[in-house]
Every structure is written in C-alpha cells, then in structure tokens.
C-alpha cells in the first residue's frame, strides 16, 4: 500500500504551524499536521481551547497572551488541513527521489527547467522550483501504532522547550521548570505547594510568578541569576525593544505587581543549589555577600528557551552557533527553507523569537511552499510577505535587548561544581566530562562515547548544550566549532514491534 | 507538589497510583496526577535516586512510569484514565520479559 | 606537538579500536607512541560496533584466520585483566558461548555444514559446537518465536562492551605515555631516512614509524607507503532498546543484551557508499527479525538507531602489511576490531615493535591483492565489485556481523 500522498506535511500545531497551516490551505495545499499534544497551540497558548471553553475564569489568570491563541486555533480546526493530534514524529526521511526510483509518477512531473532560485537565494539553502515528488517521509506514532506519510514538503515548526539549568541538586523531586507550572495551570487548574520558590533568568520567571500571584499564590522569593552586567550590556539595545508591542512595559507591570505584593527579588545571585533528601527541601544562594537558605517544597527554574532542534539535526540540516542565544539554530534563508531541499523551519524552532514573530514566520514558509509548487507567483508571494516581514522586524525588535538582558551567565550554563549532574538520564557528573575534555576529546560524540552522557532516553535533549559549552569552555574553543551530538532517528522512542509493522513506503 | 485552585471539580478520573486511589480533572495526564499527590515516578537504575516529573512536555523522560503493565511511559505524555493503574518504577523494568532460564 | 618532545618511535594514524588496541601493545613493548587522530564528527566504525567477540564462523577455508581468531578470544581475558589493572575500567567481558539461530531446515542444514567445516579445517586444534534442536533451544533461551528451528552454538563466542573497551585501551594508552594528537585527518606521508612525516591541517608529525589504522582512510593513506589497502564501506544498521533487567544470556549473530541492559537488534549489510544514515526500510527489518527471534521483544522502545561503516576488504580477512618499499610503515585493517582486539595487543603489536609482523600472519599481507602499486601511491588494481545487499541472517559466513 503506498502511502498516503500530501503537499505540505506541518510537525508542530503552535502558532508557526498554524499559521502556516492556515496560508498553506488559503492556497488549497493538501496539508496535513501533526502535533503530539491533543489540541492545537503548542506550548503558549497549551489548552487554550479548554480554558475557554470550560474555564474561562483562568484566562485572567493566565493573561491576555495567552487568551490570543483561542481565535487562532479556532480558524485552524476550520481551514480544512488534516489535523492529527496525539502523533509524535520519530523520523523525517528524505527518499531516493522519485523520478530516480522510477514510482511515484501521480505526483512527480519530471521537468526539464533548469533550478530556479528566488530572491533571497542562499546557495547553501536549496529551492527548486519545480514538481518535486512526495518523496520526503514522515514517519509518526500514534495511539494506533506507527505510521508512514509521503509529502513534497515538510515544515518543522516544533518550537523550543526550556534550556537546562545544571544546578547542584536540579534532579530532585519537586523541582521543575517553570513552563511545567503553567502546564499544571492551563491543562489542570493546578498550582504549586508553597513555600514556592523561582530561581533563573528570562522573561517567563517574572510571567509565572504573576500569574500564580494571581491564583493566589505568594512566592517566597523570586531569584534572578542575571548578573548585572547584563543590564549595562542590553541597556545598549533597548532603543528597538522600546518601540516593539508592549515587551518592555508588560515586563515592568509584572515587576510592580511582585514588588507590591512583597515577594522578594534576588537580582545577580550567584552559587544557587538545591538541597533535600529525597525531595527538594532549600535553595541555597549568594546575594551581594551573604548567604541565603530558604525553605521550599517546590522549586521552578528558567533561563530561558531554546530550539526543539531533534527533528531538524536528524536530518543533518546545516546549523550555526548563536554566540548570544547560546544555543545552535539551523541555516535558513528568510524564508525558512534550509540546507535540505523541500524541509523548512519555522517559528522558535528556528531561533527563538516568540510567539507573534512564530506566526510571522509559519506565513512565510508556507508562501514559499505554495510558490515553490507554483501554486502562486513570484509577485503575489512577495506582495503577500511585505506585511509580513514588517510585523516580523517589529517583533524581533525586542529580541537583542531581551536576548543580552536575560543571557544565562556561563557558570549557570556550565556548572562549575564537578559533582552536579549534567546528563540526568546517565548520571554523569560535570567532574567527569571535564577531565576528558581536558584530555582532548576531540568533541561530543567521542565524549558521548566515553562516558554515555547522552545515552539515555532523553536523547541528549537535557545536557547537550551544557556538554557542548563545557568543552568550548575546557578546551578554549568556540562552540559552533566544537560541535553538538549526532542526533539520529528515532528522536522519540517508538517499540519494536511498531517499526517492525512499519510499511516499508516503496511499495506501488 | 501541586494542589487544584477549585475544591469542587465537575468532571474527573479516578486511577491508582502504586495501588492507591487517585482523582483528578478529566482531560490532564497521569504527570498531573503524580503531582498532586507529590510521589515519584522512578528510582534511576545507576544510584537509586528519585525522580518526579520536571518539564511536564514531554522533552525530558523523567517521568517514566509502568502503566498498565507496560514500563517506560512518559507519564506526561499519557491521557489520565478512569481504572489506568500506575506503578512507579525502581531499577530496571522487567515488564512483559519472560522469566529467566536456568544457565547451565 | 612540543618541538621540545622527541619524536614518536611509532605513530598510530587512527584512534579506533584498531589504532588505540596498536597503541596500547606498542606502548607494553616500551615504545614512544604517538596517537594521531582526526574531528569529533567524522566516519568512526568503532563508535557503531555490535561489541561481540565473534569465534563461530570466522574463517571458513582459511584455517589461519580461524586460529588467530580462537586465540584472540582466548587470550580476551587476560586483556580485560590487563586494561582494568591499569585504568580500572571493567570492559564486561561475557564468554557463555553463542548461538546462531535457523529459522527453516535449509537453513539449519547449511549451518550444519558450516560447523562440521569448521571443525575439519580446525584439525588438531579442535572446534566444539553442538547443534541445537527446538528442544534443547528452549531449556537454555526462554521466550523464542515459534519460527526458530534450530541453532548452532560454540562455547566460544561472548560479548563486552565496545564503548568502555575503545576508552580503556586509550586511558591504558595515555597512562603508558602514549600521546594523543587528535582534530584532523592525515592527508599526505612523506617517507625520508630515518623516518616518516604525517601531515594534516593541524601541522605535522615526525616518526621513525607509522601505522595505518585509519579504517576505511586506509584506502588513501596505504598507497603512500606503498600499500594497496582496497577497503570498502560496508553499512550496518543497528537498533537498540530500553535497559530492561537482563533477559538474554547469549549473544547470537543478530541481538544481543548489553550489561547497561538495552538489547541491540542487527543486522544489515549494504552499499551504501559514504553515507551512514539511517532508514527504516533497514530497521523495520532488522525489528521484523528481531520479533520472529524473541516476539517479547515487540513491546521493547527502540531509544537509539545507528549505523555504521564496517571496513571491508574484497575477502574479508584483515591486512596485516609491512610496506616493503617503505620499510617502518605497517598497515592495519579488520573489521573485527573488538574480536581482534587481544591478538592486536598481545601478538601483532608486540611483533611490529620488535621490526616485523609475526609469520603467521603472511596471509594477510596486501600481496594478495595482486595489485601492483606505482610510487604515486594509486594502486593499478580496480575497485572491488561489491556483493548485491543481502538480507539479514544470509550472507557469507566468513564475513560476520560481529566485530
């Protein structure tokens, strides 16, 4: 049985994926999405249709930002793509090309017309223009078993998930991030025990700790491990983030709003560990000399967000160290096609930017898609992306003073404790990996080897950045030449028995 | 860990957690239900230490848990259901394994 | 390197288990090694290794190779001894013996003849096997698939862990003085009186010897020294699981459960070039064999996928070669790097640091490529015509999975 045939496959139902969902059928590509959430709105607006839907009273908790993502969603159920929840996808392959393999001809027409690249052509990102095969496999779980579609071309759009925050004691039960809080709170009306402490940097500790002032519940301190010289450092950039919507000022009310209900605010504070047996029970820090041990049952911890990159680094897509996001981010042109042909990224997936520019970003690809299967031309394309590419600067606007405001210091990135845990799932210690890559371990696939950090069932998702930073860090080398693990399929775990099942996907 | 902002939920599921009773809202996963009752879902096999769900969307594969007879599952990525029963897990899984041969 | 330090007696090209297992045997023999490596990211067969030291069906027809793999296993413990006394790393080292399952007479039948063949060409030597019915199957491995008939089994065969292996032998290495130079290929030799010269983009490096234990790099590097090395790719995929509480307590030719716990499901041969990714037309495969094995196994997750390039010879033997031309340049290539590894350690390196390869491994001289190499360094002979791909379990028995 062959596969089932699409245009336009999305991985990801957030707002790059809607929204490119939405264009995409406004230009009746045959679309389909999948997401492994159970509704749509990826991780900002989790559960949006529920909370309004049943428990409208939580909006206000939650805050207009969130409550933006219902309409959305609304007009997603409805603009006739095949929406899929419930599916993780495990791997993206890209086939021999159908013309060569000499099948698929519904949908390959082999043309003669020479490669034809548009404007912002990059020669390392690869554009044809011309009727491409559905010859890129996506290969997806769900509760039935595993599944294979065939599809011309893929959009990544898997958004970020929080960096890790190697601290003494980050492994113990009762402490979690503090996107895990608000997933509490949006899919359960649930909020954390006290006494509650937060502890990192980046906007979401200030947006979490306002929104349980909200519920009623009262931090015992909020910590920032922002060092002040961060302030200095962003200061330079806020001309921008002035005039971008509302960042600047939303930040400041939440600030206010702490400040009168009188939680205290830790800012710069340094050698944060959490201590407990068994459990998390203090966390322990340095502000401006003195040493601090507060009581806490549950302890949330930011610093800030990073690309959902598995998807996208399994198929080897070009990437490049951001200096000043710490973290990798694949080369795309300003479209979002990358170094793969026919496989875009968009939204934070691609480089955090939040969840407006996500939107931004999902309509760009998908005007590409429809122009690269010559579903509309060059001149509407690019007459239909001027308003977008201005509300897209207007939202990136904020970004570099964000970005050096909230840039994690490099001992909050690389612990300097030998015994803290950088690998959770293999337990390996930071000590460990520090002395060999004092013994020129050439990078972190031979560090992976060596030690297993990496191996376990998180796939490296947790430690690789922390790994990547402590042999820049050790071997005085920068991290985009340094390297990240090779990551490969399957990037979620699916059973031998669902990929024994597998169809095979060359059959006719 | 965590505890609901109402005292009076409409809709909810009942499971067990390592054999005790456990209600929560209809709609939220098995995490959820870890988390209000503040357990564990494993012990690691390397030194035995405890773990509990940490990022809750499915990144960091802490909160492994058998469900159902079957070990391994991210509890945070699983629909909580009426009956499910929920075991957490110390060392390595036996799960559905046969039993061990006698070794000559 | 130190200008300030002497040169190296040898350089090892390659920080494989072939290079880091020559390294460590030099370094015994009291040598001033050098270990010259290339980037993190790059082609490394001993990062994709099956970790099984193979016996049963190596070297049907070439006697030679059957010894020196028998007395490679055999001497595997001393070697697991050695590296632990000295670094403390434990390889996990299993003997029990190894089975290899049939899944039709036909099978079975000719996996008969293979054993009795062996046995012959063993001679005085010896080679114990039983071949296994259903019955007897069941007793020793719970939880078999109603498909399997039969195994053969020798109590030779066993597993290790081929990851704490590679970092043993190079914290051995490094703990006898062996320096490590890793971050670029070498891409020319420069053979002089007295000595060789490697050079790579991070500069260059003096020995009086070299050894190429590059892996497939070989195939450049050996013409150098006057060695035709015609190594090809050859790609197998591996899956590997969840850690579960031990359940299999033989290796056979395709799983085996690692002493972490995960079982790891082969086999897959194939031309596949260069490229080292991963496909599910291989892995739904390799699970379909894995289930009609052990069917338990369909509810285990697959964690991690892999595949790697073994390094092939045209018959599957290694090369063991003394360049004639340059005399001080050796050339080293196997594809049973884990298998091998006691013999590298206790009998090659030894004789190579005392000026010649032992005797006994004249078979395994490049000579029998029949090439004849011109002083540019190409070799005259052709590329080998790769054998079709094969499905899993029925390929050529000298050419095993393991390594």
Same mark, same amino acid.
């Given at each position: 049985?062959?596969?089932?045939?699409?245009?336009?496959?999305?991985?990801?139902?957030?707002?790059?994926?809607?929204?490119?969902?939405?264009?995409?059928?406004?230009?009746?590509?045959?679309?389909?999405?999948?997401?492994?959430?159970?509704?749509?709105?990826?991780?900002?607006?989790?559960?949006?249709?529920?909370?309004?839907?049943?428990?409208?009273?939580?909006?206000?908790?939650?805050?207009?930002?969130?409550?933006?993502?219902?309409?959305?969603?609304?007009?997603?159920?409805?603009?006739?793509?095949?929406?899929?929840?419930?599916?993780?996808?495990?791997?993206? &392959?890209?086939?021999?090309?159908?013309?060569?393999?000499?099948?698929?001809?519904?949908?390959?027409?082999?043309?003669?017309?020479?490669?034809?690249?548009?404007?912002?052509?990059?020669?390392?990102?690869?554009?044809?223009?011309?009727?491409?095969?559905?010859?890129?496999?996506?290969?997806?779980?769900?509760?039935?078993?595993?599944?294979?579609?065939?599809?011309?071309?893929?959009?990544?759009?898997?958004?970020?998930?929080?960096?890790?925050?190697?601290?003494?004691?980050?492994?113990?039960?009762?402490?979690?991030?503090?996107?895990?809080?608000?997933?509490?709170?949006?899919?359960?009306?649930?909020?954390?025990?006290?006494?509650?402490?937060?502890?990192?940097?980046?906007?979401?500790?200030?947006?979490?700790?306002?929104?349980?002032?909200?519920?009623?519940?009262?931090?015992?301190?909020?910590?920032?491990?922002?060092?002040?010289?961060?302030?200095?450092?962003?200061?330079? %950039?806020?001309?921008?983030?002035?005039?971008?919507?509302?960042?600047?000022?939303?930040?400041?009310?939440?600030?206010?709003?702490?400040?009168?209900?009188?939680?205290?605010?830790?800012?710069?504070?340094?050698?944060?560990?959490?201590?407990?047996?068994?459990?998390?029970?203090?966390?322990?820090?340095?502000? %401006?000399?003195?040493?601090?041990?507060?009581?806490?049952?549950?302890?949330?911890?930011?610093?800030?967000?990073?690309?959902?990159?598995?998807?996208?680094?399994?198929?080897?897509?070009?990437?490049?160290?951001?200096?000043?996001?710490?973290?990798?981010?694949?080369?795309?042109?300003?479209?979002?096609?990358?170094?793969?042909?026919?496989?875009?990224?968009?939204?934070?997936?691609?480089?955090?930017?939040?969840?407006?520019?996500?939107?931004?970003?999902?309509?760009?690809?998908?005007?590409?898609?429809?122009?690269?299967?010559?579903?509309?031309?060059?001149?509407?394309?690019?007459? %239909?992306?001027?308003?977008?590419?201005?509300?897209?600067?207007?939202?990136?606007?904020?970004?570099?003073?964000?970005?050096?405001?909230?840039?994690?210091?490099?001992?909050?990135?690389?612990?300097?404790?030998?015994?803290?845990?950088?690998?959770?799932?293999?337990?390996? %210690?930071?000590? &460990?990996?520090?002395?060999?890559?004092?013994?020129?371990?050439?990078?972190?696939?031979?560090?992976?080897?060596?030690?297993?950090?990496?191996?376990?069932?998180?796939?490296?998702?947790?430690?690789?950045?922390?790994?990547?930073?402590?042999?820049?860090?050790?071997?005085?080398?920068?991290?985009?030449?340094?390297?990240?693990?090779?990551?490969?399929?399957?990037?979620?775990?699916?059973?031998?028995?669902?990929?024994?099942?597998?169809?095979?996907?060359?059959?006719? | 860990?965590?505890?609901?902002?109402?005292?009076?939920?409409?809709?909810?599921?009942?499971?067990?957690?390592?054999?005790?009773?456990?209600?929560?809202?209809?709609?939220?996963?098995?995490?959820?239900?870890?988390?209000?009752?503040?357990?564990?879902?494993?012990?690691?096999?390397?030194?035995?230490?405890?773990? @509990?769900?940490?990022?809750?969307?499915?990144?960091?594969?802490?909160?492994?848990?058998?469900?159902?007879?079957?070990?391994?599952?991210?509890?945070?990525?699983?629909?909580?259901?009426?009956?499910? @029963?929920?075991?957490?897990?110390?060392?390595?899984?036996?799960?559905?394994?046969?039993?061990?041969?006698?070794?000559? | 390197?130190?200008?300030?330090?002497?040169?190296?007696?040898?350089?090892?090209?390659?920080?494989?288990?072939?290079?880091?297992?020559?390294?460590?045997?030099?370094?015994?023999?009291?040598?001033?090694?050098?270990?010259?490596?290339?980037?993190?990211?790059?082609?490394?067969?001993?990062?994709?290794?099956?970790?099984?030291?193979?016996?049963?069906?190596?070297?049907?027809?070439?006697?030679?190779?059957?010894?020196?793999?028998?007395?490679?296993?055999?001497?595997?413990?001393?070697?697991?001894?050695?590296?632990?006394?000295?670094?403390?790393?434990?390889?996990?080292?299993?003997?029990?013996?190894?089975?290899?399952?049939?899944?039709?007479?036909?099978?079975?039948?000719?996996?008969?003849?293979?054993?009795?063949?062996?046995? /012959?060409?063993?001679?005085?030597?010896?080679?114990?096997?039983?071949?296994?019915?259903?019955?007897?199957?069941?007793?020793?491995?719970?939880?078999?698939?109603?498909?399997?008939?039969?195994?053969?089994?020798?109590?030779?065969?066993?597993?290790?862990?081929?990851?704490?292996?590679?970092?043993?032998?190079?914290?051995?290495?490094?703990?006898?003085?062996?320096?490590?130079?890793?971050?670029?290929?070498?891409?020319?030799?420069?053979?002089?009186?007295?000595?060789?010269?490697?050079?790579?983009?991070?500069?260059?490096?003096?020995?009086?010897?070299?050894?190429?234990?590059?892996?497939?790099?070989?195939?450049?590097?050996?013409?150098?020294?006057?060695?035709?090395?015609?190594?090809?790719?050859?790609?197998?995929?591996?899956?590997?699981?969840?850690?579960?509480?031990?359940?299999?307590?033989?290796?056979?030719?395709?799983?085996?459960?690692?002493?972490?716990?995960?079982?790891?499901?082969?086999?897959?041969?194939?031309?596949?070039?260069?490229?080292?990714?991963?496909?599910?037309?291989?892995?739904?495969?390799?699970?379909?064999?894995?289930? /009609?094995?052990?069917?338990?196994?369909?509810?285990?997750?697959?964690?991690?996928?892999?595949?790697?390039?073994?390094?092939?010879?045209?018959?599957?033997?290694?090369?063991?070669?003394?360049?004639?031309?340059?005399?001080?340049?050796?050339?080293?290539?196997?594809?049973?790097?884990?298998?091998?590894?006691?013999?590298?350690?206790?009998?090659?390196?030894?004789?190579?640091?005392?000026?010649?390869?032992?005797?006994?491994?004249?078979?395994?001289?490049?000579?029998?490529?029949?090439?004849?190499?011109?002083?540019?360094?190409?070799?005259?002979?052709?590329?080998?015509?790769?054998?079709?791909?094969?499905?899993?379990?029925?390929?050529?028995?000298?050419?095993?999975?393991?390594?």
């Amino acid at each position: 049985m062959k596969p089932e045939q699409f245009d336009l496959a999305i991985i990801g139902a957030g707002p790059a994926g809607m929204a490119a969902a939405l264009e995409a059928r406004r230009q009746r590509l045959r679309t389909v999405v999948l997401d492994e959430q159970f509704q749509p709105g990826g991780q900002i607006w989790r559960n949006v249709e529920a909370v309004t839907t049943r428990r409208p009273q939580d909006l206000f908790l939650l805050g207009p930002d969130y409550a933006d993502g219902y309409p959305i969603a609304q007009r997603f159920r409805t603009c006739g793509a095949d929406y899929r929840p419930g599916a993780r996808v495990w791997q993206i &392959e890209i086939m021999p090309t159908a013309r060569q393999a000499g099948a698929g001809a519904s949908m390959a027409m082999p043309s003669s017309e020479a490669l034809d690249t548009g404007p912002d052509d990059d020669p390392q990102v690869h554009v044809e223009r011309r009727r491409t095969g559905a010859d890129r496999h996506v290969c997806y779980t769900d509760a039935r078993g595993a599944h294979r579609i065939a599809t011309r071309h893929v959009l990544i759009a898997t958004g970020a998930f929080e960096r890790p925050m190697p601290v003494p004691g980050w492994t113990l039960p009762g402490v979690l991030t503090c996107g895990a809080a608000q997933v509490m709170l949006k899919t359960a009306g649930m909020v954390p025990r006290t006494p509650l402490v937060l502890a990192g940097a980046g906007p979401l500790v200030l947006l979490v700790a306002a929104q349980l002032l909200r519920a009623g519940v009262k931090p015992a301190a909020v910590i920032e491990t922002v060092p002040a010289a961060n302030y200095l450092r962003a200061l330079a %950039r806020i001309g921008p983030a002035l005039l971008a919507p509302g960042y600047i000022s939303k930040g400041l009310s939440m600030i206010g709003a702490l400040r009168r209900a009188g939680v205290p605010r830790f800012i710069g504070a340094l050698d944060l560990r959490l201590e407990g047996a068994g459990r998390v029970e203090s966390v322990l820090f340095r502000h %401006r000399g003195t040493e601090h041990r507060l009581r806490a049952e549950t302890v949330l911890l930011h610093q800030g967000v990073v690309p959902n990159a598995s998807l996208w680094q399994s198929l080897g897509v070009d990437q490049t160290w951001d200096a000043v996001q710490c973290c990798f981010r694949p080369g795309v042109d300003a479209w979002g096609n990358s170094s793969v042909a026919g496989l875009l990224v968009a939204g934070d997936s691609a480089g955090i930017g939040g969840a407006e520019a996500a939107l931004c970003a999902g309509e760009l690809a998908a005007l590409s898609i429809a122009w690269q299967q010559r579903r509309i031309g060059t001149e509407e394309r690019d007459r %239909r992306a001027k308003t977008v590419r201005r509300a897209l600067r207007a939202h990136w606007s904020a970004r570099p003073f964000l970005d050096r405001l909230y840039r994690p210091p490099q001992a909050m990135r690389v612990p300097p404790g030998d015994d803290t845990i950088v690998c959770r799932c293999e337990e390996v %210690r930071a000590g &460990e990996l520090r002395e060999l890559a004092a013994r020129a371990v050439p990078g972190p696939n031979q560090m992976k080897a060596f030690s297993r950090c990496g191996m376990g069932p998180c796939q490296g998702r947790l430690c690789g950045l922390t790994v990547t930073e402590l042999i820049a860090q050790t071997q005085r080398r920068d991290p985009g030449e340094v390297g990240y693990y090779r990551v490969r399929p399957p990037i979620v775990p699916v059973t031998v028995g669902e990929m024994a099942a597998l169809q095979s996907g060359d059959e006719r | 860990m965590f505890r609901s902002l109402r005292d009076e939920i409409l809709l909810t599921v009942t499971l067990t957690v390592d054999g005790e009773p456990c209600t929560v809202p209809v709609d939220v996963s098995v995490a959820v239900a870890l988390l209000q009752r503040g357990s564990i879902a494993r012990t690691t096999a390397r030194s035995g230490s405890a773990r @509990a769900p940490y990022c809750m969307m499915g990144v960091c594969f802490e909160c492994l848990v058998e469900i159902d007879g079957v070990s391994n599952r991210q509890a945070c990525m699983v629909m909580a259901e009426d009956g499910m @029963a929920v075991r957490s897990q110390h060392g390595l899984p036996a799960g559905l394994l046969p039993a061990p041969a006698e070794l000559p | 390197m130190n200008p300030a330090e002497r040169d190296p007696d040898f350089a090892v090209v390659g920080g494989g288990l072939v290079g880091w297992a020559m390294a460590f045997g030099l370094a015994r023999a009291g040598r001033r090694v050098a270990v010259v490596d290339e980037g993190d990211f790059a082609l490394r067969a001993s990062r994709g290794n099956f970790g099984q030291v193979w016996v049963q069906d190596k070297g049907p027809g070439v006697p030679a190779y059957q010894r020196l793999t028998r007395d490679s296993a055999r001497q595997w413990k001393d070697l697991e001894r050695d590296l632990a006394g000295i670094t403390g790393i434990v390889t996990g080292l299993q003997q029990p013996g190894g089975l290899a399952f049939c899944f039709d007479e036909a099978a079975l039948e000719a996996r008969t003849r293979l054993m009795r063949r062996m046995q /012959d060409e063993a001679g005085d030597f010896g080679f114990e096997f039983q071949m296994l019915n259903r019955g007897e199957l069941d007793r020793r491995v719970p939880g078999l698939g109603p498909k399997v008939i039969g195994a053969s089994y020798t109590p030779y065969d066993g597993q290790v862990n081929p990851l704490r292996l590679l970092r043993a032998l190079y914290e051995a290495s490094i703990k006898l003085g062996v320096r490590y130079l890793p971050g670029a290929a070498v891409d020319s030799i420069d053979a002089a009186r007295g000595g060789f010269t490697l050079h790579s983009a991070g500069g260059r490096v003096q020995a009086g010897n070299i050894l190429l234990a590059a892996g497939l790099g070989n195939r450049t590097l050996a013409p150098m020294v006057g060695v035709d090395c015609p190594v090809r790719p050859v790609r197998g995929q591996i899956l590997v699981t969840e850690k579960v509480q031990p359940v299999l307590h033989y290796p056979s030719t395709d799983l085996r459960q690692t002493d972490e716990g995960g079982l790891l499901l082969g086999s897959s041969q194939e031309d596949a070039g260069l490229d080292d990714g991963v496909t599910t037309r291989n892995a739904a495969a390799i699970a379909r064999r894995a289930v /009609d094995t052990f069917p338990f196994i369909a509810g285990l997750r697959i964690v991690r996928s892999w595949a790697a390039l073994r390094v092939m010879t045209p018959d599957g033997l290694p090369v063991y070669a003394a360049s004639e031309a340059f005399p001080g340049a050796y050339v080293v290539s196997c594809h049973s790097g884990v298998t091998l590894a006691a013999a590298h350690v206790f009998d090659v390196a030894p004789g190579i640091a005392c000026g010649g390869l032992p005797a006994n491994l004249s078979y395994c001289s490049a000579s029998r490529f029949g090439a004849s190499v011109r002083a540019s360094g190409v070799p005259a002979s052709g590329v080998p015509t790769p054998p079709s791909p094969q499905k899993p379990g029925a390929r050529e028995a000298h050419v095993s999975q393991s390594a």
